[in-house]
């Protein structure tokens, strides 16, 4: 099944660039070569060349073996060691392909120097373009890799005990989303009381929690090679306090304004300033630094961005989260952030717990 969609993303691939007028695309980076492939490669391990009627691979012959999935839809093509991009460059001369292009952002300078000096063209991401909307086999990979940290934290909340330190939860969270299956944890944040404020919190081995102090959690993990992402926050202990209350009301409404609106069709920027108006109007505008969410996928945090004024549309079979937060500085703070599916209509939560 991976092999035959990979191979449809190939085909939506040569279409696109048909579309686009272009000769040919040539690919550096690992990630996008899975994408179109199907294989998993390190960085430097393959130039892939995808032409409106066929697709190229240029590696060397320790690579052809582990290419054999994809040797289906690709033509493999070994090179000596240490010259895959000339090869490649030479495979263009030798097929006199026109108007090939390349991502700069993919690509160091000297490369992309190299790549202008032989008349190849700049354009955007084709395949991140792509990567936006989700395929079958990629939409079952996010589900399982969000019910993976959901079950987790199901597991880990109720043994988070007084006198344990941030990095003791860090910990018991990533061995209960390995243990289901994750085969990496990407981001594991563990906050406790005055941590809680800092948004991206590098988890303490001396902190130690305390009887009654804010606890703020924001996790996720891989499943083949596709990510999740969730938050949670809440107080430990049995006296939280009415503020605390109040702030974590409001960026619920936040969370759940942004979510009602959520359906393909929509802004970018129309789902951040749904959550930011909550926000705002409370008197917490200045406490709200960052994007209300962003897309997920290959990578943790992935296009579109959920942020002022994007002008991105949400399609059908984006995955998106939404996390809007509340900090303040050297107190606490609190952040809610569930992942979602988007529906022709609505929106599916992934990280159902």
């Not at 063209?121 to 395949?127: G, K, M």
């Not at 792509?130 to 589900?143: I, P």
């Not at 860090?170 to 594991?188: D, T, V």
């Amino acid at each position: 099944m991976v092999a035959n969609l990979a191979k449809q993303r190939m085909q939506d691939l040569r279409h696109t660039l048909k579309q686009a007028g272009l000769g040919g695309y040539i690919i550096l980076s690992s990630l996008e070569q899975r994408y179109v492939s199907g294989v998993d490669l390190s960085d430097g391990e393959a130039v892939f060349i995808i032409t409106p009627v066929q697709a190229y691979c240029v590696t060397k012959k320790l690579i052809v073996a582990k290419m054999a999935p994809a040797a289906k839809f690709m033509r493999i093509i070994d090179v000596p060691f240490g010259g895959m991009v000339d090869g490649a460059l030479k495979l263009i001369e030798q097929k006199k392909l026109s108007r090939v292009a390349f991502d700069p952002a993919q690509v160091g300078f000297t490369t992309g120097e190299l790549f202008l000096k032989h008349k190849l063209v700049r354009t955007v991401s084709l395949v991140g373009e792509m990567r936006r909307q989700k395929y079958a086999d990629e939409l079952a990979h996010l589900k399982k890799a969000c019910q993976i940290a959901a079950a987790a934290f199901d597991e880990v909340k109720p043994q988070i005990k007084t006198g344990m330190t941030e990095e003791q939860v860090r910990i018991l969270m990533a061995l209960a989303m390995i243990k289901r299956g994750a085969e990496s944890i990407p981001f594991n944040i563990v906050c406790f009381g005055e941590n809680t404020a800092d948004a991206h919190h590098t988890p303490s081995k001396t902190r130690k929690l305390k009887k009654n102090e804010a606890v703020l959690m924001d996790f996720g993990c891989f499943y083949e090679g596709y990510t999740s992402d969730m938050t949670r926050s809440w107080w430990h202990g049995d006296k939280e306090p009415a503020a605390y209350t109040k702030i974590w009301n409001i960026v619920a409404q936040a969370h759940a304004a942004s979510v009602k609106i959520l359906r393909a069709g929509v802004l970018a920027g129309d789902l951040d300033k749904a959550a930011r108006n909550v926000i705002e109007q409370a008197g917490y505008g200045k406490e709200f630094f960052h994007t209300t969410g962003h897309g997920i996928g290959l990578q943790e945090h992935d296009s579109p961005i959920l942020r002022a004024g994007a002008p991105d549309v949400v399609e059908e079979n984006f995955v998106v989260t939404v996390e809007p937060g509340i900090y303040f500085d050297g107190r606490w703070g609190i952040r809610l952030e569930d992942s979602y599916l988007v529906t022709k209509t609505g929106r599916k939560k992934l990280t159902k717990h």
